[in-house]
């Protein structure tokens, strides 16, 4: 699986907008890019995904460069709830037989300030 | 739907002691990853079972099994404690291999 990079930490005042970049130029034509966030000393949490198309759903919405080297995900209105480690992940998707784990990386540190 | 169900939350263990831990899928998931989360190594990937067959298997030593059933609920064993164990166990499950992963709240494990 390719490999992501991810900034340490970040912050975003909450009511705004939280844009977490995540670097993966190595990736493949047929992986795809998720993203997990893990609250403090919970089990990580399933946001989006997606190939190549920008994606949207009530979490969060994905935007994929048109070379797909590079992605942002983006929390429209943040709320302090959404203070969590975020952890971008580029995996093959497939639908049977043996599939390839999560790796996880170190991940960005969001906090949402008030 | 009920979400991903882990058992115990928290355990504590002897060195030399086994532990069994157990995961319960969301109802109609076949699939089902554990994961090994410390401090210093982050969040580690130990085995998927499908179909109640172990698919894929992380770096782990012999010490760390696990085992699927038919109704997809699955249990992780591991063999003689060591106090590097200690860690919060992760499991997920998924439709299929490598469709979205809906993880559980995970079992605390401490080793003294």
């Known amino acids: 699986d390719a490999k992501t990079t991810q900034p340490t930490s970040m912050d975003c005042a909450e009511g705004r907008a939280a844009n977490l970049p995540c670097n993966h130029s190595?990736?493949?034509?047929?992986?795809?890019v998720y993203w997990y966030r893990q609250i403090h000393s919970q089990g990580p949490q399933y946001i989006i995904h997606g190939l190549k198309n920008n994606e949207t759903n009530e979490m969060a919405s994905l935007i994929i460069t048109e070379d797909r080297k590079s992605s942002t995900l983006i929390l429209p209105h943040a709320t302090l709830r959404d203070t969590a480690v975020y952890y971008c992940i580029v995996r093959v998707k497939v639908s049977s037989g043996s599939a390839r784990q999560l790796t996880f990386g170190s991940g960005t540190q969001l906090t949402v300030l008030p | 739907k009920a979400g991903v169900t882990q058992t115990p939350r928290y355990l504590i263990k002897t060195r030399g002691q086994q532990v069994t831990l157990s995961c319960s899928p969301i109802s109609g998931h076949r699939s089902v990853s554990w994961y090994q989360q410390t401090p210093g190594q982050g969040l580690q990937f130990l085995f998927e079972?499908?179909?109640?067959?172990?698919?894929n298997k992380g770096n782990f030593p012999g010490r760390f099994s696990g085992r699927q059933f038919s109704n997809s609920r699955s249990e992780m064993n591991v063999s003689t404690l060591e106090l590097g164990d200690s860690a919060l166990y992760l499991c997920?499950?998924?439709?299929?291999?490598?469709?979205?992963?809906?993880f559980g709240q995970g079992t605390r494990l401490t080793v003294v």
């Open positions: 190595t990736i493949s034509g047929n992986e795809y």
């Open positions: 079972y499908f179909s109640e067959t172990q698919r």
């Open positions: 997920a499950s998924s439709e299929g291999p490598g469709t979205e992963a809906f």
